[in-house]
């Protein structure tokens, strides 16, 4: 299970910081990432970090976006710096995990976490 939280309404050139947490009987956890679907717009990478710390970023956020992870605590964070009104969107984390050594799940979804800019 994944519980996504953090977002908000914020004035453009604001921050926030979202946190997404993996719960349950969780053996390690690959790749994790945060998702963004805006208005009228298909879900579209943001941000990835892989199990090495690898990110990766979609180009509208390299500079303003930091992808982070706790390996204890199995979360991942989104620090969003300098918002945009075309940040504005629904966040899903979504994270590629073992349960056990011969169970994968690559693609689960958080639920998903409302950030609304301001122009």
């Known amino acids: 299970q994944l519980q996504a939280s953090g977002g908000g309404l914020v004035q453009a050139g604001g921050s926030l910081r979202l946190s997404c947490v993996a719960s349950g009987n969780i053996l390690s956890i690959n790749s994790m990432g945060w998702y963004r679907q805006g208005p009228g717009n298909q879900r579209a990478l943001v941000a990835s970090?892989?199990?090495?710390?690898?990110?990766n970023y979609a180009d509208s956020v390299k500079g303003r976006f930091t992808i982070s992870r706790d390996y204890a605590l199995n979360t991942v964070y989104l620090q969003m710096n300098s918002l945009k009104a075309e940040d504005t969107g629904v966040y899903y984390c979504n994270v590629d995990l073992y349960l056990t050594t011969l169970v994968r799940l690559p693609n689960v979804w958080g639920q998903g976490t409302l950030v609304t800019v301001s122009s």
């Open positions: 970090i892989s199990s090495g710390d690898s990110a």
